[in-house]
């Protein structure tokens, strides 16, 4: 089967030369893109050809960061910071039970769809509940069981026998657009040990192993306290620093602790509107990282922090944020921020998306070329950072398979799903 998008207002490339095309063609066959030029003839009569002179198509994007089940929680415990807004989410997320698991994800992913995200990387519990609302929504999702064990030696092993029953059974299914990660939540929550096997797990299987990572000072200080040293020290020294080690938020790292992550091949991901919203008080050491070639990601986190899931403000926030800080206004650009978003995070998970180019799975946005937000349209990549709506996003392709068009969402049924998560709130509440 091919999909032929014909006359293409613009195409956002993101390519090696960060080229925007103009009036071309983009042919599409078995969920890659197969060529880009101007007037693409097809022979085949199994091509479905699609008009896109109104059209801007970007690679879309991809969220690096979630807890997609927390979409439940939006809105609930607002103005905490993270320690005590932890203590009171810990005990409503007690209280979950497999269908707000699955149906909390669900509207997630009705979101990001809406958002134009083909991606995400999520770290929750309950994911085979998870795992099936992402297969139903047609997206991808990098999906990790939270592991906890609170330090408490009694509980390693349930929290290890999940992580690998999980991995197992995602690998298992072979879905193309799913994969397992290795997801402990953070050096607070679990012991050395616990840290040890998971990263064991991860290396026998070839997973990725994520983390929160220094996202308040009072991380940085009971690490010391605690350990004698900073956490990113604390865990080169357990050897768990590696390229295929994901670290969230970031905010509070030395010099010398960004070093040890370079020279591990470790990434990070920003989530600039959490740290900014749980007023963590850190900045991302965007320029530090950069300099070191540290690749970053973008990512959410999740609706209760965050609290949308909207790549869109992300970018403009992590723009905004830099360029104050540093009081300077070329810090970061919007196309860096764009990079962020789509080339950084396909790198990330080492999945062949995040640009088009012929032989990339296409997982393509589409925008209204007309919309108010992206006009005029002579800066069309400062446009989609500082004032894209999220109503200028008709489409969304995820490896060729359309999952909205028009802004109707295809793989799931929009008001179904609402009913369905109002109903399960009322009942998480009451
Ligand atoms: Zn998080």
Known sequence: MQVLL???????????????????????????????????SVSTKDCEILDCRDKIVLPAFLNLHTHSPMTLLRGYKDDLELHPWLQEIWKVEAKLKDKHFYIGAKFACLEMIKSGISCFLDMYFGMGSIFKAVVEAGIRGF?????????????T?????????????????????????????????????????????AREKGLLFTLHLSETRKEVFDCYREHKKRPVNYLKDLNLLDERFVAFHCVWLTREEISILAKSDAKAVHCPISNMKL??????????????????????????????LNMLEEMKVACLLQKWFRWNASEISA????????????????????????GKDADLVFLNKEHFSMLPSQNLVSNLVFSCSREAISDLMVRGRFVMRDRKVLS?????????????LEELIA
């Open 279 to 308: 007023a963590t008080g850190g900045v991302f050491p965007f320029r530090e990282m950069k300099e070191k070639n540290i690749l970053i990601g973008l990512g959410t986190d999740g609706a209760c922090s965050n609290n949308s």
């Open 335 to 358: 196309q860096e921020a764009l990079d962020l978003a789509t080339l950084n995070g396909a790198k990330i998970l080492g999945i062949n998306s995040g640009s088009i180019e012929e």
């Open 6 to 40: 014909k006359n293409c207002g613009f195409i956002i490339t993101q390519n090696r030369d960060r080229a925007i095309l103009r009036n071309f063609d983009i042919l599409i066959e078995e969920g890659r893109i197969k060529e880009i030029k101007k007037e693409i």
């Open 143 to 155: 999906l990790g069981e939270a592991l906890m064990d609170f330090k408490e030696e009694g509980r």
């Open 157 to 201: 092993e349930e929290e290890i026998k999940k992580a690998e029953k999980f991995a197992d059974f995602c690998i298992k299914a072979g879905n193309p657009l799913i994969k397992p990660v290795i997801a402990p939540h953070s050096i607070y929550t679990c012991s050395p040990s616990l840290l040890l096997r998971a990263k064991e797990i």
């Open 412 to 424: 799931m049924d929009e008001e179904k799903t609402k009913e369905e998560f109002k109903k399960a």
